[in-house]
Structure formats: C-alpha cells, structure tokens
C-alpha cells in the first residue's frame, strides 16, 4: 500500500515514472541491477529492518553510482539526515513534507542537484562542527589563509563574522571564498559543507563538480 500510494504521489503532475517497487534490502538491490533507474527513493525502514534502507544505500551506490539516491525519512533526525549524505544519498526527504514538495525533491535531484531543506542543512552545519577540523591543505592548493576561511565558512559563519574573527575585510574574505570554491570544485556555501563532511564528487558531474545545491525553506 505504501509503495501505491508513493507511486501515485510521485506520478500527479509529474514527468518522473515509477518503472518499480520493492519493500526490502534484497528486493532492493535487485530491482536497482535489472531496472538501472535514473533515481531511486529509498525509505530508511524496510521490511527487513528499521533502518534496512540506510545500511543498503552504500552497497546501492556502489552497484550503481549512476542512480541518483534519494533517502526517506520518517523523521527528521539529525543523525539519519548526516549520515544519508554521508553514504552517498544525493537528497533527503521526510515524509511529513507534501506530495508537491517530494515530486519537486525529485525532479531537482534527477537534474543533478542535492535537495535538503533549511532544517537539515542546520543538521549537516552542525555535524561539521562536531568533527575535527579537516586538513585541506594536505589535499589542495589552499593557503593557510585560505583554509582559515573555509573552516569558518563550512563551521556556519557569515562572510562578516569570518572579517571579524580574522581582521579581514569583507572584500578579502569574499576573494578568498572565491579562490576555496575554485579549488576544491564547488560552487557555494552548503557545497563546501558537504563536501568537508567528506561527500564523495558525483561521477557523472560535469569537471568532478559537486552539483548545486537546492533546498526549500520550510513555512
């Protein structure tokens, strides 16, 4: 019933078709091999366990990096919103959000975005804050300078309040951020983010870029 009724949701309106279903792990491995599907909606709990959905998504992206991965969430819990992104998801979705906002979550991956909203990009902010600070520099060209500014930025902080913590004017920090993202290929804020939390680059982006990132701010 559920997977009719998702089906249905996602059809309503939209371009996506739905070419199958499964309700666990191994249903799911096979159906992703034999169908090799653009995207693939992932719920955290199947048949075969409460978070059956989040233990296959590695062994999915591995089988097929092609498929864009989408995971389901019952709710909204910072841990199962970090570690989605973490094992290769390329979206997040709760299901208390409306059919209207999943098509939309769907369509924006399936044009090679990251689709997360305000909520969860506060949890990925604040699991980046958790961890040790990354060495950049061992694995870019970035100055010390340089790295300082990515740290801060990915820790949360406006483009101000880095000026402020390192003496820097805005101007400066705005030219540095503009040197971090040319490194480490990507294209603004939440990017950085993801990609100090150590997200893989997406094998079919364009240059080894991490994709845009969308989200929507929840009413």
């Keep these: 019933m559920d ?65 864009r991965v989408i995971m389901l969430l019952d709710e909204d819990k910072a841990e199962l919103v970090v570690e989605a992104f973490r094992h290769g998801a390329r979206g997040v979705f709760c299901r208390t959000g409306k059919s209207g906002q999943l098509r939309k979550c769907l369509q924006t991956v399936h044009d090679g975005q990251i689709w997360a909203n305000a909520s969860q990009l506060e949890h990925i902010v604040g699991a980046v804050m958790q961890v040790p600070t990354p060495k950049l520099s061992e694995t870019t060209l970035l100055t010390k300078r340089e790295e300082e500014v990515a740290r801060l930025v990915a820790a949360g902080l406006s483009n101000r309040q880095v000026a402020e913590k390192l003496g820097l004017s805005r101007h400066t920090v705005k030219n540095y951020l503009g040197r971090v993202f040319e490194e480490l290929g990507v294209s603004n804020r939440t990017e950085l983010v993801l990609c100090i939390l150590g997200q893989t680059r997406s094998p079919d982006a364009e240059n080894n870029r991490i994709p845009a990132v969308a989200y929507k701010v929840s009413a």
């Design 3 to 67: 997977c009719q009724l998702l089906t249905d949701a996602i059809q309503r309106k939209s371009r996506i078709r739905v070419i199958a279903c499964a309700t666990s792990s191994a249903e799911l491995i096979s159906v992703v091999r034999e169908n090799q599907p653009d995207l693939a909606l992932v719920s955290t709990k199947l048949q075969d366990g409460a978070f059956a959905g989040l233990l296959a998504l590695q062994e999915l992206r591995a089988l097929q990096p092609q498929s």
